[in-house]
């Protein structure tokens, strides 16, 4: 965020939105806004659904992570309560989220200190975060800041013994897709490339790199089954930018050099526009250098040619708009 936040002046976030159904959920739930979060907690999330039935009751918003995990986001405008408290266990155990995100405006000591208790005392990979919204104004604009106050200790339940995040069961081959990640990671270190910035790797099939804007990143994929790599752009839930990327496709893969596949459907979240190679073999280490520049090579591509089409479409990442 340009803003240097800490100048500006703080904001009722009451001021900004009235009612908490009505109002702060649906804001909340717009996929720029639920990238903040996925951004103060490490975890990249797409929106399922609001006001999601459980039983005869609704929870706020329900969302997956890149894992395809359920994700449980509960918020008010007020300060935490038992009531909300009760609700988040509620819904967490009806949908089986694995990760449980408490959004208010003030969090009491006590409600802090349940959820470092159940991130202390529930099993591995279930996971409570604990964030407080505030609204910041300043230059005419209106910034919402996510705090996280309560997360997993060092996200030791979620960090392998290598020091890097994991999804799931660590198969094998999951064990494998995260030793190459590791492996880019270093290789972009060692050849001193700091304009690519990747996500933290993870035990899955993939690896997100920032662009620039939110709702959209490169990234770098492994397909063991197919024997396959390919880089390309990612975009969450925004149709109109996929579509008007597409109107530029002979112009976009003549500066790339190369053909995309591009494909979304319109009943899913997301859409990809990727650039392929059928070589690819997780087993054969001493090709592991040649795989990693490759990638290195053409994600550098990728950022040359979209990252300045990306944000012209996407202006005031930060503002708070309640229309």
Same mark, same amino acid.
């Given at each position: 965020?340009?803003?240097?936040?800490?100048?500006?002046?703080?904001?009722?976030?009451?001021?900004?939105?009235?009612?908490?159904?009505?109002?702060?959920?649906?804001?909340?739930?717009?996929?720029?806004?639920?990238? #903040?979060?996925?951004?103060? *907690?490490?975890?990249?999330?797409? +929106?399922? $659904?609001?006001? =999601?039935?459980? &039983?005869?009751?609704?929870?706020?918003?329900?969302?997956?992570?890149?894992?395809?995990?359920?994700?449980?986001?509960?918020?008010?405008?007020?300060?935490?309560?038992?009531?909300?408290?009760?609700?988040?266990?509620?819904?967490?155990?009806?949908?089986?989220?694995?990760?449980?995100?408490?959004?208010?405006?003030?969090?009491?000591?006590?409600?802090?200190?349940?959820?470092?208790?159940?991130?202390? #005392?529930?099993?591995?990979? *279930?996971?409570?975060?604990?964030? +407080?919204? $505030?609204?910041? =104004?300043?230059? &005419?604009?209106?910034?919402?800041?996510?705090?996280?106050?309560?997360?997993?200790?060092?996200?030791?339940?979620?960090?392998?013994?290598?020091?890097?995040?994991?999804?799931?069961?660590?198969?094998?081959?999951?064990?494998?897709?995260?030793?190459?990640?590791?492996?880019?990671?270093?290789?972009?270190?060692?050849?001193?490339?700091?304009?690519?910035?990747?996500?933290?790797?993870?035990?899955?099939?993939?690896?997100?790199?920032? *662009?620039?804007?939110?709702?959209?990143?490169?990234?770098?994929?492994?397909?063991?089954?197919?024997?396959?790599?390919?880089?390309?752009?990612?975009?969450?839930?925004?149709?109109?930018?996929?579509?008007?990327?597409?109107?530029?496709?002979?112009?976009?893969?003549?500066?790339?050099?190369?053909?995309?596949?591009?494909?979304?459907?319109?009943?899913?979240?997301?859409?990809?526009?990727?650039?392929?190679?059928?070589?690819?073999?997780?087993?054969?280490?001493?090709?592991?250098?040649?795989?990693?520049?490759?990638? *290195?090579?053409?994600?550098?591509?990728?950022?040359?040619?979209?990252?300045?089409?990306?944000?012209?479409?996407?202006?005031?990442?930060?503002?708070?708009?309640?229309?």
């Amino acid at each position: 965020m340009k803003t240097q936040l800490n100048t500006l002046e703080n904001v009722d976030i009451r001021n900004i939105w009235e009612n908490e159904t009505n109002d702060f959920t649906p804001w909340l739930a717009q996929s720029d806004n639920i990238d #903040h979060i996925g951004e103060a *907690i490490g975890i990249d999330l797409t +929106v399922e $659904e609001k006001e =999601k039935p459980v &039983g005869p009751y609704r929870a706020d918003i329900f969302c997956k992570d890149e894992g395809e995990n359920p994700v449980l986001i509960e918020n008010q405008l007020e300060s935490t309560d038992h009531k909300h408290l009760g609700q988040l266990l509620t819904y967490a155990s009806g949908l089986d989220a694995v990760t449980i995100i408490w959004v208010a405006s003030e969090f009491s000591d006590e409600h802090r200190a349940t959820l470092d208790w159940l991130n202390e #005392h529930t099993a591995q990979g *279930i996971n409570f975060f604990g964030i +407080v919204i $505030e609204v910041k =104004k300043g230059n &005419g604009h209106h910034y919402p800041v996510f705090n996280v106050v309560s997360q997993p200790n060092n996200w030791s339940k979620s960090i392998n013994s290598d020091g890097y995040k994991t999804y799931g069961k660590l198969t094998e081959t999951k064990k494998k897709q995260q030793d190459f990640w590791v492996f880019l990671k270093d290789r972009l270190n060692e050849r001193k490339i700091t304009s690519i910035k990747p996500h933290t790797p993870k035990a899955c099939h993939w690896l997100n790199f920032a *662009i620039g804007t939110t709702g959209t990143c490169m990234s770098a994929t492994v397909d063991t089954n197919r024997e396959a790599m390919s880089v390309g752009i990612r975009i969450r839930s925004d149709k109109d930018l996929y579509h008007r990327l597409m109107q530029q496709k002979q112009e976009v893969e003549d500066e790339f050099g190369g053909s995309f596949k591009w494909f979304t459907k319109e009943d899913k979240k997301c859409s990809n526009i990727r650039f392929y190679n059928e070589d690819f073999d997780i087993d054969n280490k001493i090709k592991w250098k040649a795989y990693a520049d490759w990638m *290195i090579e053409n994600l550098l591509k990728l950022q040359k040619v979209f990252s300045q089409r990306v944000k012209l479409h996407k202006t005031n990442d930060n503002e708070v708009s309640i229309n």
